[in-house]
């Protein structure tokens, strides 16, 4: 219990740094799994790997789910940009 609000902190340090939202995504994940891990009969640094694990795959997908409605807005963009020039 005395080591929660160390981690929390830690955690809320790192995170609000410019780092990969990918790194980011695991130590928010090793944070929150290690919290939860410890209140789970004391396997907080199960609870962290699985955290890191889980946090990074969830900030890869969101990352590319970005990726991917930059991609569609361009598109909206260029056809907007050529409906409106084709008819000058």
């Given at each position: ?21 990918a ?16 209140y ?40 907007m ?8």
């Amino acid at each position: 219990m005395k080591f929660v609000f160390p981690i929390l902190l830690a955690g809320a340090v790192l995170t609000s740094t410019a780092v990969d939202p990918a790194r980011a995504g695991c130590v928010t994940g090793a944070v929150a799994g290690a919290v939860a891990g410890h209140y789970a009969h004391h396997h907080a640094v199960m609870g962290a790997v699985a955290g890191c694990v889980a946090g990074h795959e969830i900030a890869k997908h969101r990352k590319e789910a970005r990726l991917h409605a930059d991609q569609l807005n361009q598109q909206q963009l260029e056809k907007m940009h050529a409906e409106n020039g084709a008819g000058h």
